[in-house]
């Protein structure tokens, strides 16, 4: 058995250039919600995104920075997340070799954005700890921002910009937002899942390795819209549950050896959809499935 060498893996594994190509499609309300981004950066006015799960938030900041040109840092906030998770901590090792100095200091990925110029996305901001986002305020509104561990204040970079990303205050898990943090946020953009043209454009860009044809694409999304319909739904399929029906079916029919046909995709939908969905009181999402793919399809699989 071979011996890993861990040292030697990491340096072969280490992403040099974080730059990618961001899988968005601006057309419809990601093109309208882009041009707001770009109107509020100009206006020196930071942006609240608002949308259900999955419904391409990340995908539209990560674009947003690339196309600027600025670094791109994101924190998805929870109960979890800290302070020092933003800021930055000391790193033990190097303080024993620096003591409690700026060299020892290693920077979170708010204070990066905030020092370098960069885009920062607070994904789910509206589920962070109050006492988390109060860590914030200062960089936001007065453009310094302080270091506790270093007890300093730094300048903040003039090209550095927030985004917030917050899901719809219904959703289970989300808080209300301090007032203070609010405030800061001048501009609301609201985001919904997609038209289904523009999903379709976006399931055939992660696909495309694939060559799924239109109809089969055309039933996945049926499918996914359907349950965004249904009130019996609390929670319905994403655009990510999109993209990994089809690409589960296409890779079940090519193993199998088959057409990518109706029951290849229930199947396929079964897998995918079991655990992405959530049904309102009294309702199962097993005997849901099987009605959907039923009536769709033809088939429970």
């Known amino acids: 058995m071979k011996t890993i060498d861990p040292t030697q893996l990491l340096a072969d594994s280490e992403v040099k ?19 707001a981004m770009l109107d509020a950066y100009h206006a020196g006015l930071y942006v609240g995104l608002i949308g259900p799960v999955g419904s391409g938030k990340t995908a539209l900041c990560r674009r947003f920075a690339e196309d600027l040109k600025r670094p791109f ?31 020892s200091f290693v920077p979170g990925p708010f204070t990066v954005a905030a020092l370098s110029g960069g885009v920062f996305l607070a994904n789910e901001l509206n589920r ?51 007032s203070a943090v609010k405030d800061r946020i001048k501009v609301w953009i609201q985001l919904g899942y997609p038209k289904r043209a523009v999903e379709q454009k976006i399931v055939e860009q992660h696909c495309a390795e694939y060559s799924l044809q239109p109809k089969q694409i055309e039933l996945v ?8 319909e249904d009130a019996a739904v609390a929670q319905p399929a994403s655009i990510r549950s999109s993209i990994g029906m089809a690409r589960l079916a296409a890779e079940r029919a090519k ?21 992405a969905l959530s049904m309102k009181p009294g309702k199962e999402v097993g005997p849901y499935l099987d009605a959907l793919f039923n009536e769709i399809l033809g088939t429970t699989g």
């Open 73 to 103: 840092e994101w924190v998805t906030f929870s109960d979890l997340v800290r302070p020092a998770n933003l800021i930055g901590s000391f790193d033990p090792t190097l303080v024993f070799k620096y003591g409690y100095a700026n060299e």
């Open 255 to 275: 193993r199998l050896g088959k057409p990518l046909d109706n029951a290849v995709l229930a199947q396929a939908g079964k897998l995918v959809l079991k655990e």
């Open 221 to 228: 999304l049926e499918l996914v819209h359907k349950t965004r």
């Open 17 to 35: 250039d974080l730059k990618q190509d961001a899988p968005i499609i601006l057309e419809g309300q990601y093109q309208e919600a882009y041009d």
């Open 128 to 178: 962070g700890d109050e006492y988390v986002l109060n860590s914030l305020l200062d960089a936001l509104e007065e453009r310094k921002l302080y270091i506790p561990s270093l007890k300093k204040w730094f300048q903040v970079d003039s090209r550095f910009y927030f985004i917030a990303a917050m899901n719809p205050a219904e959703a289970r898990g989300t808080r209300r937002l301090p």
